[in-house]
């Protein structure tokens, strides 16, 4: 692995104008990073990767590289990119394990983060080191959102997400598991308790259906519930999963791992959203696919599918009059999430979109005073480094309401 990451390295051109710095979402300097490393600055270099990305050792083992810093470096002319993901992880990892947690002074402030998926501990991290008491209230057990169980222990460790939690303990942050606000505690409450600014960061967890007959059947299954604890399941041998993008690559991962011996995904177009690499992995794992098929219907059998076409420009052509029943002892739909909206539900004064996200202004501040908003329950689904970046701007502005406004008012 060192040789690996160093012989890469040393490719690097240290671009001036360097493509793979703009192709990066949180603008990662790239280049400097590889210099300090190749000059034996290594733990310079993660922490100045980390105080650009907190989630850099995160975000170097999810992020889709080949449409970011990797696609945008400029020997990808000749097909020959640099590793950059694999310099950045061995950097951030050898970094985040000797990274010193220095003594912060206080402010007395105290900040209420709801939630601890990317976002969630972006804020908590930013604001920790800006000497505010923070507090993260999360719903399940462990903190790491959909890091932690919505994303496969292949791609993403979980190993990592206990060392953020230890450094978050470090930095002071108190941490309540197993605590939904909206149900016993309101966003009130916490402005009673003295919390001078609430962050929301709940991520989306409610699974988009198909409405077709038969997803109440009991072999149906969702993605991001399979995903939260797939040891629990009993999908059998063959498994259908429908969707193609990377929530479905996971599913299908993991049910190979877990033993199913043929799993299918299906999918409506030709052209996959998912990545090119999560494909080929897939691919390699033993996943078969199906294109242009559409599910009509969902039997005690397996799924019904109709063939359908499309053109060039990605409109639907034709419905062929082809139904066939694919068998299948499980099915897993992985068609996207939304909000469950606890929260807004509860708190009739933060307003939320049509599909349920919650509204923000530019500033990422709700429709509540105080009450700040970020990540996907925000963007929709979006990619983890987007959510670090628009989180580090957040933060920022939850520091500056603070700094000028001493209480949020209950109303």
């Known amino acids: 692995m060192s040789i690996h990451v160093v012989n890469e390295a040393k490719r690097c051109l240290n671009c001036k104008n360097a493509l793979c710095r703009t192709g990066c979402p949180i603008n990662t300097p790239i280049p400097q990073m590889i ?14 990767v980390f105080e650009n990305n907190p989630l850099s050792i995160v975000c170097a083992l999810i992020c889709d590289h080949e449409k970011q810093c990797e696609g945008h470096c400029i020997l990808n002319r000749k097909n020959s990119s640099i590793h ?66 919505g994303i496969p222990d292949f791609r993403l460790p979980k190993s990592i997400l206990d060392k953020y939690h230890d450094k978050l303990i470090k930095m002071g942050v108190r941490i309540r598991p197993n605590t939904v606000i909206g149900l016993t505690i309101s966003v009130d409450d916490l402005i009673r308790d003295g919390y001078k600014s609430i962050f929301i960061g709940t991520g989306v967890w409610k699974p ?32 259908i999963i429908i969707g193609a993008g990377n929530s479905a690559m996971d599913v299908a991962r993991t049910a190979i791992r877990k033993g199913s011996k043929n799993v299918t995904v299906y999918a409506r177009r030709m052209a996959l959203s998912a990545s090119i690499r999560e494909v080929e992995y897939a ?18 059998d397996g799924v019904i599918f109709r063939n359908i076409k499309f ?20 099915v897993i739909i ?29 500033k990422g501040e709700t429709t509540k005073t ?31 309401y603070m700094r000028h406004n001493k209480e949020i008012s209950i109303e």
């Open 35 to 48: 210099q300090m490393f190749l000059q034996g600055e290594i733990l310079e270099a993660g922490n100045m």
């Open 84 to 149: 950059i993901s694999s310099i950045e992880n061995y950097i951030s990892d050898a970094y985040f394990e000797q990274m010193e947690i220095g003594k912060v002074t206080r402010n007395g402030r105290k900040v209420a983060i709801i939630g601890s998926g990317p976002a969630g501990i972006t804020i908590a991290i930013i604001l920790a080191k800006k000497g505010y008491d923070v507090t993260v209230f999360e719903s399940k057990e462990k903190i790491g959102g959909v890091l932690r169980y």
């Open 208 to 239: 988009n259906c198909l409405h077709i007959k038969g997803e109440t059947l009991g072999h149906v299954h969702f993605a991001i519930n399979y995903l939260s604890n797939p040891d629990v399941y009993n999908l059998g041998d063959n498994v």
């Open 283 to 300: 691919k390699i794992d033993g996943i078969k696919f199906e294109f242009e098929m559409a599910p009509i219907e969902i039997t005690d």
């Open 311 to 330: 053109d060039d420009g990605g409109n639907l052509t034709s419905k062929e009059n082809d139904i066939l029943l694919k068998k299948a002892d499980s």
């Open 334 to 362: 992985c068609v996207g999430q939304g909000p469950r909206n606890r929260i807004a539900l509860a708190e009739s004064n933060i307003k939320v979109s049509e599909r349920g996200l919650v509204v923000t202004d530019e």
């Open 370 to 400: 105080g009450v700040f908003a970020s990540g996907d329950v925000v963007l929709g689904a979006k990619t983890v480094v987007e959510a670090v970046k628009y989180s580090k701007q957040v933060a920022d502005q939850m520091d500056e």
